[in-house]
């Protein structure tokens, strides 16, 4: 089936360690991107990549990073740096150049900071 | 800074009745609006819409965009229990990274 698939569904992490959330897409899409969702609030966009090798900030990058080494694969690493991890975490992928503003989404993974 | 409003935050009806979700926005370089459904988990398309007053339809839902005003409603008639989500609305605007602001969502809970 296509579609797009992350892990894990839910991961607990101690203050101090960072954790890496994964996202595939066999839909052959050229652009991925990150999203946090808190309770009561709308998508925050963390970081997007459009092809290969590439990507840039989104709104909120400070404490995250990301690779886009291969097309249907877009790791994001959460670091210690980040002061307030825990929160949903979305994974979306679009066809992107000029060919369509609609974004598909991942399942999701709920990370937790105990 | 571009911004997406929606309203009502919630909204609580019976099966049956007819629901109207409003999306304002105000975002530079306007190039599309976005509808979503999240039940719990992955957000999943529902319309996008890109000129005013042309109606998008599936079934009991429709979304129509009013770009001179800058707000969209999405319309659900005969809600029915599975309606019960949150719905949201997203902006894109024109650039090379097709990024959507997303507003804050409407939590609609539908009683049987």
């Known amino acids: 089936d296509g579609g797009i698939t992350q892990s894990p569904k839910y991961l607990f992490r101690k203050e101090g360690q960072n954790v890496t959330l994964s996202c595939e897409q066999n839909?052959?899409?050229?652009?991925m991107y990150w999203y946090r969702q808190d309770p009561g609030q709308g998508l925050r966009l963390i970081y997007y990549?459009?092809?290969?090798?590439?990507?840039q900030k989104g709104d909120i990058a400070e404490g995250y990073s990301v690779s886009r080494e291969k097309k249907e694969s877009f790791p994001l690493t959460v670091t210690s740096a980040q002061k307030n991890p825990t929160a949903f975490y979305l994974c979306?992928?679009?066809?992107?150049?000029?060919?369509?503003?609609?974004?598909?989404f991942g399942p999701g993974t709920r990370l937790t900071v105990l | 800074e571009d911004k997406v409003v929606q309203s009502p935050l919630s909204l609580v009806v019976h099966e049956g009745d007819t629901v109207t979700l409003n999306c304002s926005y105000e975002?530079?370089?306007?190039?599309?609006l976005l509808w979503y459904k999240q039940e719990k988990k992955a957000p999943t398309f529902l319309f996008m819409l890109?000129?005013?007053?042309i109606e998008k339809k599936s079934g009991r839902l429709s979304s129509i965009l009013d770009k001179k005003e800058l707000f969209s409603i999405l319309n659900i008639t005969a809600t029915q229990t599975g309606d019960s989500a949150v719905y949201l609305c997203?902006?894109?605007?024109?650039?090379?990274?097709?990024?959507?602001?997303f507003g804050s969502g409407t939590q609609l809970t539908v009683l049987p």
């Open positions: 839909l052959n899409h050229d652009a």
């Open positions: 975002v530079t370089n306007f190039r599309s």
């Open positions: 990549s459009q092809i290969v090798n590439d990507f």
């Open positions: 979306a992928s679009s066809p992107g150049g000029l060919k369509t503003d609609t974004q598909y």
């Open positions: 997203a902006v894109s605007h024109s650039g090379s990274a097709r990024q959507l602001t």
């Open positions: 890109t000129s005013s007053g």
